[in-house]
């Protein structure tokens, strides 16, 4: 079972990884070819020394391990098997490539631990904006936006069923960069609603949701059915969070969407 020190660890973890990713940047200058490659490269090592420094039994599942040899594990350290581990690690060392690139705020860095398939303890740091959150210590659900519902989507790649979903909430469409960086606005209130269909792995949802649960968001698949980490193909193509008020109507909504 996570103890108390897992759920700090994991903050102070993403919070080290995302200043080295500031200093990443500045160091880059105006000289920003194949930054993004850097940043993912040095917060991956980093993240995976700590880890083993702390917690050398556990496994871990990094988006960068994958990146780095298409045949090669995708653990280091623990067991070497990730799939069916008890506690594993899964973490994304920058989220949000492109944005992380163009100089803009809206990336993150994923740190969450798995026990038996649920995402029960994760920190997304929001470097640019000098923010970690977490599930050790999550914020408190905001008061319910009186407004128009604001939909977070992708910036390049807004998600088809969010068309029916906009128009029977009569919402309005927020983009923004990396999957952490929209669900970290819904957990704070900048929006109501985050929902993808476009492809994600396992890294980039499972510290993300792990906060938002805890701060009493809704977060499911797209068809109302659990989020499920450590499955044998890390591949976990759909995502809803969304305000619990409003959870009911968008997945009939999304029932309802061609």
Known sequence: MASTEDHALA????????????D?????????????????????????????????????????????????????PGSGDAQGSRRVWIVDPLDGTREYGEGRADFAVHVALVENGVAGVGAVALPGEDLVLNTGEPPPLAALHTGRPRILVSRTRPPIEVAAVAAGLDAELLPMGSAGAKTMAVVRGEGEIYLHSGGQYEWDSAAPVAVALAAGL?????????????RPDPWLPDLLVCRPELAEKVLSLLRGAP
């Open 11 to 22: 903050a102070r973890i993403a919070g080290r990884a995302g200043a080295l990713l500031l």
């Open 218 to 230: 809704h977060a499911s698949r797209l068809d109302g059915s659990a989020l499920v980490y450590d």
């Open 24 to 76: 990443v940047r500045r160091e880059a200058g105006t000289e920003r070819a194949g930054l993004g490659d850097e940043g993912d490269r040095r917060a991956h090592q980093m993240i995976m020394a700590a880890l083993l420094d702390a917690r050398p039994a556990d496994a871990v599942l990094s988006e960068e391990s994958g990146k780095a040899d298409e045949d090669a594990p995708l653990t280091t």
